[in-house]
């Protein structure tokens, strides 16, 4: 290593018009941003009409300290000159020689393709054309799953209905129980002062039980399985598309939608209810908690509770369950045999099936209130 | 090559996952200006130790030694300055796929330097043309070939000019042109820049083409087998796992007819 740690930089008038600039030290990395800058300052300084460089006293370089180099001999620090390199030991030339030419250069950033705003509104039709095309066949080869594990039930893969039935509901028990427990709280605290207004605080029964078991359990519960199950299914189906794992299945002569999807889909459906009864029961505990704190005993609690409550409420809830079930498995399994190549595609799938998902389930949920509405449900 | 300072000292160096232990008391040194080769079999502990040595992991015992620092016990900016001195080339090329080629060669000149934009495009350009990827800069690495890939990660690990390069398993799933092409790039980097070379392979024409010196490491006794020059180890060693490899033959030779004909 050279004892010499720095760039020496010097620029003095020749006879005539000239100048001669004298590069010497360590020019490298750690060096060549000041060493430039030094340069450019000396050479701002001085009118030159030619410039010889003396870089005899380089005795350390690398690629960026030739750079300076490069833009000097180039003639792009002082345009309308063609400086003269001199004395540049031979190790150097040959990393001076590694720049490309200035035409090779331009062609590092090409300008961007840009799109006309029609071509933008064409294009996002037809992609949302073919989502909707794919989604079409998607429900379709599920369709033709079940039926062919309805015609052969070992197909289904039991087992490992079984581990998404743990993973997507057991394991998710902790977290529906949290949020639900605290959303029949809240809702219990916000409609005790407007309902005490006209001595109507028993209400609060009648009403956290229709808002958890109408509404609220099947959307939150439906929305923790899209955060949860649906973005890991995309997560998992989409890595085994990545790792070639899907066209093994299809050249194994397995098809992914029956060995992969159905399984995953029809637990879902099924586990939906099931956690969003779950989620109900708790919401409704956690309001009939704030009432005790209230003063109310639990006979009277139930007696309105009881009132309220139909057995047809329990089953609007219970039925948009398994439809919420079955579009969040389902947008998942699909966002994940969607994906594409790359580092992001993954995540991109991730992402997609949980966006996908809560907006069906809410717009799902509104197709179920209207229907309701108009059918008196 | 001329130089046969030590850059890099392996001391007596011990890997171990848990009670597992991958290989037992490694030593040796890397001299400037050289190629060298780690060998070994599937599972032998090359890529190990290769993560030892650029301090990715730690050893169970022993001391990495760069020019004198050991980088099993660097912390803080002492760590960092050592981790300037060499640059790592992954199997997979490990390129940043959000970005373009141009954009991954220019990253450690981005975070490290002070340069100019022009002049970082300047310097990432002639990296690029060093491993003659200068075409491809503004693509995506998704859209180019494992060995453009590869390529690619070895002008990003020389975008700081480091001493060292690191290359783990360089010719892995490449054709024979494309992978001699890799080869040339390797000796004409070591013979025009004078860079240091450790690589990772197992790939014996690679290791013909590119190796000065060697060292192999064997799985089943978890030790340091040979080291020296390729050609000499296979016409001289007397170890018969080390012929065998460099034989390229299939099964174990205790008993076998390759065990004790050469040397």
Same mark, same amino acid.
């Given at each position: 290593?050279?004892?010499?740690?720095?760039?020496?930089?010097?620029?003095?008038?020749?006879?005539?018009?000239?100048?001669?600039?004298?590069?010497?030290?360590?020019?490298?990395?750690?060096?060549?941003?000041?060493?430039?800058?030094?340069?450019?300052?000396?050479?701002?300084?001085?009118?030159?009409?030619?410039?010889?460089?003396?870089?005899?006293?380089?005795?350390? %370089?690398?690629?960026?300290?030739?750079?300076?180099?490069?833009?000097?001999?180039?003639?792009?620090?002082?345009?309308?000159?063609?400086?003269?390199?001199?004395?540049?030991?031979?190790?150097?030339?040959?990393?001076?020689?590694?720049?490309?030419?200035?035409?090779?250069?331009?062609?590092?950033?090409?300008?961007?393709?840009?799109?006309?705003?029609?071509?933008?509104?064409?294009?996002?039709?037809?992609?949302?054309?073919?989502?909707?095309?794919?989604?079409?066949?998607?429900?379709?080869?599920?369709?033709?799953?079940?039926?062919?594990?309805?015609?052969?039930?070992?197909?289904?893969?039991?087992?490992?209905?079984?581990?998404?039935?743990?993973?997507?509901?057991?394991?998710?028990?902790?977290?529906?129980?949290?949020?639900?427990?605290?959303?029949?709280?809240?809702?219990?605290?916000?409609?005790?002062?407007?309902?005490?207004?006209?001595?109507?605080?028993?209400?609060?029964?009648?009403?956290?039980?229709?808002?958890?078991?109408?509404?609220?359990?099947?959307?939150?519960?439906?929305?923790?399985?899209?955060?949860?199950?649906?973005?890991?299914?995309?997560?998992?189906?989409?890595?085994?598309?990545?790792?070639?794992?899907?066209?093994?299945?299809?050249?194994?002569?397995?098809?992914?939608?029956?060995?992969?999807?159905?399984?995953?889909?029809?637990?879902?459906?099924?586990?939906?209810?099931?956690?969003?009864?779950?989620?109900?029961?708790?919401?409704?505990?956690? %309001?009939?908690?704030?009432?005790?704190?209230?003063?109310?005993?639990?006979?009277?609690?139930?007696?309105?509770?009881?009132?309220?409550?139909?057995?047809?409420?329990?089953? &609007?809830?219970?039925?948009?369950?398994?439809?919420? %079930?079955?579009? &969040?498995?389902?947008?998942?399994?699909?966002?994940?045999?969607?994906?594409?190549?790359?580092?992001?595609?993954?995540?991109?799938?991730?992402?997609?099936?949980?966006?996908?998902?809560?907006?069906?389930?809410?717009?799902?949920?509104?197709?179920?209130?209207?229907?309701?509405?108009?059918?008196?449900? | 090559?001329?130089?046969?300072?030590?850059?890099?000292?392996?001391?007596?160096?011990?890997?171990?996952?848990? #009670?597992?232990?991958?290989?037992?008391?490694?030593?040796?040194?890397?001299?400037?200006?050289? +190629?060298?080769?780690?060998?070994?079999?599937?599972?032998?502990?090359?890529?190990?130790?290769?993560?030892?040595?650029?301090?990715?992991?730690?050893?169970?015992?022993?001391?990495?030694?760069?020019?004198? =620092? #050991?980088?099993?016990?660097?912390?803080?900016?002492?760590?960092?300055?050592?981790?300037?001195?060499?640059?790592? /080339?992954?199997?997979?090329?490990?390129?940043?796929?959000?970005?373009?080629?141009?954009?991954?060669?220019?990253?450690?000149? =981005?975070?490290?330097?002070?340069?100019?934009?022009?002049?970082?495009?300047?310097?990432?350009?002639?990296?690029?043309?060093? +491993?003659?990827?200068?075409?491809?800069?503004?693509?995506?690495?998704?859209?180019?070939?494992?060995? /453009?890939?590869?390529?690619?990660?070895?002008?990003?690990?020389?975008?700081?000019?480091?001493?060292?390069?690191?290359?783990?398993?360089?010719?892995?799933?490449?054709?024979?042109?494309?992978?001699?092409?890799?080869?040339?790039?390797?000796?004409?980097?070591?013979?025009?820049?004078?860079?240091?070379? +450790? +690589?990772?392979?197992?790939?014996?024409?690679?290791?013909?083409?590119?190796?000065?010196?060697?060292? /192999?490491? =064997?799985?089943?006794?978890?030790? /340091?087998?040979?080291?020296?020059?390729?050609?000499?180890?296979?016409?001289?060693?007397? =170890?018969?796992?080390?012929?065998?490899?460099?034989?390229?033959?299939?099964?174990?030779?205790?008993?076998?007819?390759?065990?004790?004909?050469?040397?």
């Amino acid at each position: 290593m050279s004892p010499d740690e720095s760039a020496r930089v010097d620029l003095r008038q020749a006879p005539g018009d000239g100048a001669v600039l004298t590069l010497g030290g360590a020019l490298d990395v750690s060096t060549a941003a000041e060493a430039r800058r030094e340069v450019v300052a000396r050479l701002a300084q001085t009118r030159v009409a030619s410039l010889q460089i003396d870089a005899s006293g380089i005795d350390r %370089g690398d690629v960026s300290g030739m750079a300076i180099l490069y833009e000097l001999t180039q003639g792009l620090l002082t345009p309308g000159v063609s400086p003269k390199l001199t004395g540049l030991k031979p190790e150097f030339e040959h990393l001076l020689k590694a720049f490309p030419a200035e035409d090779a250069l331009r062609a590092l950033h090409p300008p961007p393709a840009r799109r006309g705003i029609f071509e933008e509104l064409g294009a996002a039709t037809v992609s949302m054309l073919q989502d909707l095309r794919a989604q079409l066949t998607f429900v379709g080869a599920i369709v033709q799953g079940f039926a062919a594990a309805l015609r052969r039930p070992r197909l289904m893969r039991w087992h490992e209905v079984a581990v998404v039935f743990e993973k997507a509901g057991v394991n998710a028990l902790p977290i529906v129980s949290l949020i639900s427990l605290l959303m029949g709280l809240v809702i219990a605290f916000e409609a005790a002062q407007p309902l005490e207004m006209f001595g109507a605080r028993i209400f609060i029964a009648d009403m956290i039980g229709l808002v958890m078991v109408r509404e609220f359990s099947p959307i939150f519960t439906a929305i923790i399985l899209a955060g949860r199950s649906g973005a890991a299914f995309a997560a998992e189906i989409g890595t085994m598309k990545v790792n070639e794992e899907l066209n093994a299945l299809e050249t194994m002569g397995l098809d992914p939608i029956r060995f992969l999807v159905i399984q995953r889909v029809f637990a879902g459906t099924m586990l939906m209810p099931v956690l969003s009864a779950y989620s109900m029961l708790i919401g409704v505990f956690g %309001g009939v908690v704030v009432m005790v704190t209230m003063g109310f005993t639990f006979a009277q609690i139930w007696a309105q509770l009881i009132g309220a409550l139909h057995v047809r409420d329990v089953l &609007v809830g219970t039925s948009k369950s398994f439809v919420f %079930g079955a579009i &969040v498995a389902g947008l998942g399994c699909l966002r994940g045999m969607q994906t594409k190549e790359g580092p992001n595609a993954v995540g991109d799938s991730t992402t997609r099936a949980v966006v996908a998902g809560i907006l069906m389930i809410i717009v799902v949920d509104s197709v179920f209130a209207v229907l309701t509405y108009v059918l008196h449900v | 090559m001329s130089a046969t300072a030590t850059v890099i000292s392996v001391e007596d160096v011990t890997i171990a996952y848990g #009670d597992n232990v991958i290989q037992k008391n490694v030593t040796f040194d890397v001299h400037a200006g050289e +190629v060298f080769i780690i060998l070994g079999g599937s599972g032998s502990g090359k890529s190990s130790l290769l993560k030892a040595m650029i301090g990715l992991d730690r050893p169970a015992s022993g001391r990495i030694l760069f020019d004198g =620092d #050991d980088i099993v016990t660097a912390e803080g900016e002492d760590r960092l300055r050592l981790l300037r001195k060499f640059g790592v /080339m992954y199997q997979s090329g490990a390129l940043f796929g959000s970005m373009t080629v141009l954009e991954n060669v220019r990253l450690p000149l =981005d975070e490290f330097t002070d340069l100019g934009p022009e002049e970082k495009d300047l310097v990432a350009a002639a990296k690029l043309n060093q +491993v003659g990827l200068l075409p491809a800069a503004a693509r995506k690495p998704s859209a180019l070939s494992g060995g /453009m890939q590869k390529r690619a990660g070895i002008a990003r690990a020389m975008a700081l000019d480091p001493g060292i390069l690191f290359l783990d398993e360089p010719s892995a799933g490449l054709d024979p042109i494309t992978s001699a092409g890799l080869d040339e790039t390797i000796r004409s980097l070591s013979r025009d820049l004078g860079i240091t070379f +450790v +690589v990772v392979t197992h790939e014996l024409q690679s290791i013909y083409a590119i190796g000065d010196r060697c060292i /192999m490491l =064997d799985g089943r006794t978890k030790t /340091m087998i040979a080291e020296g020059k390729p050609m000499d180890l296979r016409d001289h060693s007397t =170890d018969p796992y080390v012929r065998q490899f460099f034989l390229r033959q299939a099964e174990p030779a205790a008993t076998g007819n390759g065990g004790t004909r050469a040397s």
